[in-house]
């Protein structure tokens, strides 16, 4: 359904120096770096899957959805969504997609929500019976009509984005693609759209291509991953296989006592080699341990031993921790001075 083959894009970043000396300076030298966004990423996602498209910030995300759904071009290699090419054929591309920029309004900031919507059947030609059954998911959902008539420039930030979302959905698009779907939304709006994506993909089987910030989405959302890292896929496969290659896992407990925090965790970091402890507000104790020297249950069993312990589990891996693990400490975006 998605393919990308290849697919780099470059941007030209002019160095400005300071002061009116400067600007003219620059006018004249036009002295650049060259930023590269997309690094020959290839990938393919079949018809149905619930995509997440992973990176840190500046690794190139939303560059990568904007040459999917046709707002750029690529510098090179090329994109296809449903056998079009996004950047040629925008128009027959966009009667496929449905797509929400959440940094980036997709709707006509003057005109209200319900205004928007009728001129967006007309454009996608939608039938009486499918705009209204998609209308009455949406105000179920999404709460749609406490929008009422506001333009759309004076919604706050949730409020667009329950519009924004039923925009992208109204048409019953085959792919959505979703960059930043749930800023600005409370946790209970959140839990919405996460069971509304999952809803749409389950009764059309719709490709889901989302990026998010907050992780919960991801996993409530996809089973698939794309991890990005300075514009290059670093990992592509299922949640769950991306989990597994966690190197550290963590072991909490709570435990009688009364030993300093700094006493503990001396006393941990010192008896299990490659450990690191924090403790928290409520003295409870977190062991990160690398998974290629302990096993929880070895942790486990040293820490019964020596504490008077209260509580304690070995959760597994998360998403937080693995993707820290893959891109932690770099820097977002190369760029190379020319
Ligand atoms: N229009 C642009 N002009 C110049 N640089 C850009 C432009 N858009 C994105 N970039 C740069 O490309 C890199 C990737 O950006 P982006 O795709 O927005 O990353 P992400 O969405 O993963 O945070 C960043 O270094 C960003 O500054
Ligand atoms: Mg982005």
Redesign the pocket.
């Known amino acids: 359904m998605i393919r990308a083959e290849g697919l780099s894009k470059t ?1 030209r ?1 002019y160095e400005r120096e300071p002061g009116v000396l400067g600007s003219l300076r620059t006018l004249f030298s036009r002295r650049h770096t060259t ?1 590269t ?1 997309v690094d020959e990423v290839s990938f393919e996602v079949s018809a149905g899957t619930r995509v997440a498209y992973l ?1 840190a ?8 959805v904007k040459l999917l759904t046709g707002v750029t071009t690529p510098t090179s290699g090329r994109c296809t969504v449903d056998g079009i090419e996004p950047y040629r054929e925008r128009v027959r591309n966009s009667g496929n997609i449905g797509v929400v920029f959440g940094h980036r309004s997709q709707l006509w900031w003057d005109l209200s929500v319900p205004d928007s919507f009728r001129i967006l059947k007309h454009i996608y030609d939608i039938d009486e019976a499918a705009y209204r059954r998609n209308l009455s998911l949406f105000r179920d959902v999404l709460d749609i009509d406490a929008l009422g008539n506001t333009p759309i420039r004076e919604l706050s930030l949730g409020q667009r984005m329950r519009a924004e979302i039923a925009a992208s959905l109204l048409h019953t698009p085959a792919v959505v693609f979703w960059d930043e779907p749930t800023i600005g939304l409370d946790l209970v709006l959140k839990e919405a759209v996460r069971a509304l994506a999952n809803q749409i993909n389950r009764e059309h089987g719709t490709t889901i291509f989302l ?1 998010s910030h907050d992780i919960s989405d991801i996993s409530a959302i996809c089973d698939q991953v794309l991890v990005v890292d300075q514009g290059r896929i670093v990992h592509q496969g299922t949640l769950a296989a991306l989990l597994r290659t966690a190197r550290h896992r963590a072991v909490h407990f709570d435990h009688r006592g009364d030993e300093s925090p700094g006493q503990v965790a001396a006393r941990i970091e010192e008896a299990l080699t490659g450990t690191s402890v924090s403790i928290d507000d409520q003295r409870r104790v977190t062991i990160s341990f690398p998974v290629d020297r302990l096993t929880a249950r070895e942790v486990l069993t040293w820490v019964l031993h020596r504490f008077d312990v209260t509580d304690c589990f070995a959760p597994e891996p998360d998403l937080q921790t693995v993707l820290r693990e893959i891109y932690g400490g770099r820097q ?2 190369r760029s190379t001075a020319e």
């Open positions: 941007f970043r930023v966004a990176g910030n500046g690794a190139g995300k939303s560059t990568t990026t977002p975006a």
